[in-house]
């Protein structure tokens, strides 16, 4: 499958889905089929810098301050020049209002140590929303993208081992 890669969103995001298929094979040169599944992986591709977007809320933490999040304000590791939160768990609500139709959090996050598989995990409102099934590798930045529903959500980060850099924190709406 080849796609180009379009140049700009200006609706703000694109879904994309691609149909799958993993077989398994009783031999290891895959000639003896043992089972396979047909599933669809649906993508969102979100570009926060597109007009459609109005920007909420950003934490950059380059105050120096949480910023109202739980943990401590970082120079060690940051994406946006000069700090980052550092923390294991991290919390902090946001209220999208009833003018919006549809709301995203988009945050980098770095973890020190190897995190056990099923970590980080991504609360809302409480309410276990992501862990991977594989556990990211330390030192990398990642970025997640999580839909927020309308009013006010919490949401927490919760490392398995050591500690975590959160930076470029946007909550984003149209």
Known sequence: MERIKPSSIPEG??????????????????????SYDNFTVTF??????????VIVYYNDFD???NQGWTGT??????????YSLYT??????F?????????YVIFAVRFTNTQAD????????????????VS???????????????????IAIQSSSGYMYIDDVYVVAK
């Open 13 to 34: 995001r694109i879904t994309e889905s691609v149909n799958l298929r993993v077989s398994a094979y009783h031999d290891a040169g895959y000639s003896n089929l043992y």
């Open 136 to 154: 990211p590798s330390p030192n990398i930045w990642y970025q997640f993208v999580i839909p927020l529903h309308l009013g006010t959500t919490e």
């Open 63 to 65: 105050d120096g301050t």
């Open 73 to 82: 304000a970082s120079t060690n590791y940051y994406r946006s020049f000069r």
């Open 88 to 93: 294991s768990y991290a919390r902090k609500s």
């Open 44 to 53: 969102h591709l979100i570009d926060r810098t597109s007009s459609a977007w």
């Open 95 to 103: 209220y999208i209002g009833a003018d919006y139709q549809e709301a």
């Open 118 to 133: 099923g970590y980080p995990k991504i609360y809302l409102d409480g309410t276990l929303y992501f862990e991977p099934d």
